[in-house]
């Protein structure tokens, strides 16, 4: 069975720190490009992070330096370290894997930073 399962969501205050986790099974892991999205409410589903198959990580500008991608394939997981959150960074966060035409999403984490 194909599935990712997102865990580390929460909420934190502005200037705090979340580590999200996403769990791959059912899949060739190491073949496919993992990303994080996310949705604010009333706004479209945007790309924050992304890692390719040979470690090429690329970012939104809005979360360069602040947030890193990695993978760790021996656990079939990928991570996104979430560090200065501010409130505009609340969403529900989506892990996603793709490769050729396999399109796999995860049911997503929320994400809150409010004082």
């Known amino acids: 069975q194909v599935q990712l399962v997102e865990s580390g969501g929460g909420l934190v205050q502005p200037g705090g720190s979340l580590r999200l986790s996403c769990a791959a099974s059912g899949i060739m892991f190491s073949w496919y490009t993992m990303g994080w999205y996310r949705q604010a409410p009333g706004k479209q589903r945007e790309l924050v992070a992304s890692?390719?198959?040979?470690?090429?990580?690329s970012y939104t500008d809005s979360v360069k330096g602040r947030f890193t991608i990695s993978r760790d394939t021996a656990k079939s997981t990928v991570y996104l370290q979430m560090n200065s959150l501010k409130p505009d960074d609340t969403a529900v966060y989506y892990c996603n894997a793709k490769w050729l035409r396999s399109d796999v999403w995860g049911q997503g984490t929320q994400v809150a930073v409010s004082s």
């Open positions: 890692i390719t198959s040979g470690g090429f990580t």
